[in-house]
């Protein structure tokens, strides 16, 4: 379990890649086997990451699987909504499809589904709640506009 300002996280895997990453009950990560997670994590709350370089595995189905490869590639402090995110992989009128399959993300924060909001700018559908990805959003636009000088 990782102590962060919007409540603990729960890190899960084992020495070749991480799982999830996760609000709420958890198992808490077997010392040693996590450590580089919890230090970027911590790292990134801090505001002094902008990229994790974490080895990921998450099970998920192909479309899944490309979907959250886009996410990874959403820039730090960004936002895309659902439609420009359901373009990126390929489908535009799949936006629906996409909202699933960011929801079904195991791994929240590093593979940034908190970046994808409503075409209107609207914060929609969070895992870890509404509150949370406004926090992150906000953090993330605060750390990009200190690292600009802003």
Known sequence: MLDTPIGPLFVEGDPSAVTAVRFGPGEEHRAGDLDAAVEELTAYFAGQLTDF????????????????????????????????LAAAVGNPKAARAVGMANNRNPVSIVVPCHRVIGAGGSLTGYGGGLDRKAWLLDHERRVRAAAQGC
């Open 53 to 84: 370089d974490l080895p990921l595995r998450a099970d998920g189905t192909p479309f899944q699987q490309r979907v959250w490869a886009e996410l990874r590639r959403i820039p730090f402090g960004e936002t895309w909504s659902y439609g420009a």
